[in-house]
């Protein structure tokens, strides 16, 4: 089944210890997404490639960044993680155009949480 | 006033009785309403999408937009203890064009009884 896979699952890190999230489709859509969730609140959208275009959310922290190699997959790098960056990191993609575009197909996410 | 406001409840009903979520948003812009479901520790899968206003139906889901009002609605009917989940109502702009950010509710967290 054509799918979003996010690893690891979960993820534990000392405060200010890198950590990369990985993100793959096999859906074969052009658009990756990057969304954090805080319990109890909203998904908040951090980024999104458009195939190799970055678009970066303004209020997204520059402790965050992202990397896109090829088509199928997707990193989340948190080059510094703080105690308020524990979340849920989603992965989502999506098709460029049309009706499509709006809908989001998201992966299991990864649990991070910082000691 | 947030753009998108959902009361997050929690809603706990029996088995067999019809629900209804809903989301009130602010951005008259909005064209595009999606309501996500997400089960503990998942990531949101889509349960039903509706372009502009009006209502959709699908099994026992029915979404339902009034975009005069700004209020959009999820209807279950005949509620099952499988549906006891989180319901995120979603919405976006005009574009046709990736990237335009979908605007997510808090989430509205249902817990179904048998």
């Known amino acids: 089944d054509a799918m979003v896979i996010q690893n690891p699952r979960y993820q534990v890190t000392q405060f200010g210890k890198p950590v990369t999230l990985s993100c793959s489709q096999t859906?074969?859509?052009?658009?990756m997404y990057w969304y954090q969730q805080k319990s109890s609140q909203a998904p908040k959208l951090l980024f999104h490639?458009?195939?190799?275009?970055?678009?970066n959310e303004a209020d997204t922290p520059d402790n965050f960044q992202s990397r896109r190699p090829n088509t199928s997959f997707c990193f989340l790098d948190i080059r510094s993680p703080g105690l308020g960056d524990a979340a849920m990191y989603l992965c989502a993609t999506g098709m460029g155009e049309g009706l499509g575009a709006n809908v989001l197909t998201f992966g299991a996410g990864s649990r991070l949480t910082v000691l | 006033q947030k753009e998108v406001e959902q009361d997050p409840g929690p809603l706990s009903v029996p088995e067999g009785a019809i629900v209804s979520l809903n989301c009130t948003y602010s951005?008259?812009?909005?064209?595009?309403f999606m309501w996500y479901r997400q089960y503990s520790r998942k990531g949101p899968e889509l349960l039903m999408y509706t372009y502009s206003s009006g209502n959709k139906e699908d099994g026992r889901f029915t979404a339902q937009v009034d975009k005069s009002s700004k209020y959009i609605s999820l209807f279950i009917r005949d509620s099952q203890p499988s549906d006891s989940a989180t319901y995120l109502c979603a919405m976006s702009g005009g574009s046709r064009q990736a990237g335009t950010a979908l605007i997510f509710g808090k989430g509205t967290t249902l817990s179904v009884s048998s």
């Open positions: 490639y458009y195939d190799k275009d970055f678009n």
């Open positions: 859906l074969n859509h052009n658009v």
């Open positions: 951005n008259s812009a909005f064209q595009y």
